[in-house]
């Protein structure tokens, strides 16, 4: 499943990102936290050369607790500021201000030894499509500042809120790049809803997620649709069967409607029902950890 999406507004919003970039002091960047690279916009890492950095694996209840520790210590270990959170429910937002004054300690002595004392930072939110920038700036603020909502490009310009007087942030349009490299990544971001869901064949993707689902957490399937974990290797269209008899989807005249328990697989994942997974691993220097998918 070879997936690629770029619309249009990308490119003139990259374009905007990298003028805005000479007026702030730090970034802050959303990944989900189930699948925290393939949800980071590899060219962040060449437009944000000399800025202070700061990782945020934004719905961090949706993934596994032992697999967000791993990534938190990967990222320390590429020397970013990292924590994660929860913006909806706002968990972990109360950390932001204090990781900001340590990723920004030099700029703010810089200022201090010039005399510059009411300068506030000045911060950037980047993140791809549907990673919840706009609920982490609304849930960081107290109020609400930004729209939002649960599908990929509802921001579509960049706007600055003052936090207080010593932060502000500059919201930006979610932004993918040109061409996934590895098909694996556009299989992932379509997983957790970062592709818009019009141009994908949503039966199709809910194989490739069942497929990872019976090899990974095959639990899940059980505790969720009944006996649609049981058989280990099964073809996923008899597990598909399974949730489409469980959940009652049927056409009329009785018959099994797969593209419905495709589609109730899918939201169950992203919403969570089907508990706290990851979908990926760093490949670690030190240990067997690599990618789960």
Same mark, same amino acid.
């Not at 949503?202 to 019976?214: H, I, P, S, T």
């Not at 095959?218 to 969720?224: D, G, M, T, Y």
């Given at each position: 499943m070879n997936i690629q999406w770029y619309p249009g507004h990308m490119t003139k919003a990259k374009r905007a990102m990298k003028e805005d970039l000479r007026l702030i002091d730090l970034i802050i960047e959303l990944v989900d936290a189930r699948a925290p690279l393939a949800s980071r916009n590899p060219d962040l890492d060449e437009l944000g050369k000399g800025k202070s950095r700061v990782i945020l694996l934004n719905k961090a209840d949706l993934a596994g607790e032992r697999e967000n520790g791993v990534w938190m210590d990967w990222f320390r270990a590429k020397g970013f500021y990292v924590t994660e959170v929860n913006s909806q429910r706002g968990d972990g937002i109360k950390k932001i201000n204090g990781i900001v004054s340590e990723a920004c300690k030099e700029k703010l002595e810089r200022d201090r030894r010039r005399g510059i004392l009411n300068r506030p930072v000045r911060a950037m939110v980047v993140g791809i499509p549907n990673v919840g920038k706009s609920t982490f700036i609304n849930s960081f603020a107290g109020k609400a500042c930004t729209r939002t909502g649960n599908k990929?490009?509802?921001?579509?310009?960049?706007?600055?809120?003052? /936090?207080?007087?010593?932060?502000? !942030?500059?919201?930006?349009? #979610?932004? *993918?790049?040109?061409?996934?490299?590895?098909?694996?990544?556009? !299989?992932? /971001? @379509?997983?957790? +809803?970062?592709?818009?869901? $019009?141009? !994908?064949?949503?039966?199709? *993707?809910?194989?490739?997620?069942?497929?990872? /689902?019976? $090899?990974?957490?095959?639990?899940?399937?059980?505790?969720?649709? +009944?006996? @649609? #974990? =049981?058989? $280990? #290797? +099964?073809?996923?269209? $008899?597990?598909?069967?399974?949730? @489409?008899?469980?959940?009652?989807?049927? =056409? =009329? +005249? #009785?018959?099994?409607?797969?593209?419905?328990? @495709?589609?109730?697989l899918i939201e169950d994942f992203r919403s969570g029902r089907l508990g706290r997974i990851t979908l990926e691993l760093p490949k670690l220097e030190s240990s067997t950890e690599e990618k789960l998918f």
């Open positions: 990929p490009g509802v921001t579509r310009g960049n706007q600055w809120i003052r /936090l207080n007087k010593s932060l502000e !942030l500059l919201d930006t349009p #979610g932004i *993918l790049w040109p061409k996934f490299e590895d098909p694996k990544v556009g !299989l992932l /971001l @379509a997983m957790i +809803g970062s592709i818009n869901d $019009e141009i !994908l064949d949503r039966d199709e *993707l809910a194989v490739e997620l069942l497929k990872f /689902l019976q $090899e990974k957490k095959p639990e899940v399937l059980e505790e969720r649709y +009944g006996s @649609a #974990g =049981k058989e $280990e #290797g +099964g073809l996923t269209e $008899e597990v598909l069967q399974q949730i @489409a008899r469980t959940r009652a989807c049927l =056409k =009329k +005249g #009785g018959e099994l409607d797969l593209t419905k328990a @495709a589609g109730i």
